[in-house]
């Protein structure tokens, strides 16, 4: 990973939408994503901001430690997060290290409706069990019929179908590819994902949540 390295606080405050987080662990589970979709990370959220309201991550997770802002209760899943919580969180309680990459240019309004009617239609979905998150993603690496990431009706969704379907949705990815093509590696720099509408991610920069207040 790059060393670029910035405070939580610093972070948020640069908070753009469509801004990647991707979060690395120690844990067992965690190093079989690694491994398996040969990554340096292991999950990937989405940053929303909007107005005055503080920078939220929508990302899926299977934890529920946290409310959903978006729904206003504690569940499973499909999830809107307070970014700073949700950070902080993945830090201290799941021994996570956090990096972003920004979104550029900034989106404008159409897009930002976009991102909202999505989080509207998949929020709540619940997170796939062990064996049909490996099914899914193992049956992503093979060719599949042409069908746009927007059409498909998740029943189960994990992190980076989440952000691929939120980044289809508001025009940053090409259609056509499923879903489950998806893994958070690929939103890792080191993977060429390909956006469209020339916008571009910056590389990796640590969040240091020992930096600042």
Not at 42 to 53: E, R
Not at 183 to 202: K, N, Q, V
Request: charged letters at 20%; aromatic letters at 8%.
């Amino acid at each position: 990973m790059p060393d670029a390295r910035i405070g939580l606080t610093d972070a948020l405050e640069l908070a753009r939408t469509g801004d990647l987080w991707l979060f690395r662990g120690r844990t067992a589970a965690d190093r079989a994503i690694q491994t398996t979709t040969n990554s340096p990370v292991n999950h990937v959220g989405m940053a929303i901001a909007l107005d005055d309201l503080p920078p939220l991550l929508w990302h899926a997770e299977l934890g529920k430690a946290l409310p959903d802002v978006w729904a206003g209760t504690h569940h499973r899943g499909v999830q809107l997060h307070d970014l700073r919580a949700a950070v902080e969180v993945w830090a201290r309680r799941y021994g996570q290290r956090a990096w972003l990459r920004q979104l550029s240019p900034v989106v404008g309004a159409e897009r930002e409706d976009a991102a909202l009617r999505t989080i509207a239609r998949l929020d709540g979905t619940p997170f796939p069990s062990t064996a049909q998150l490996a099914t899914r993603w193992l049956r992503g690496r093979f060719p599949r019929p042409r069908r746009a990431v927007s059409s498909q009706a998740l029943r189960t969704a994990y992190c980076a179908e989440v952000v691929a379907v939120t980044y289809e949705a508001m025009g940053l990815l090409p259609a056509g590819r499923a879903p489950n093509w998806y893994d958070p590696g690929r939103f890792w720099s080191g993977d060429a994902l390909e956006l469209r509408a020339g916008f571009t991610l910056g590389g990796e920069i640590a969040v240091d949540l020992t930096a600042g207040p």
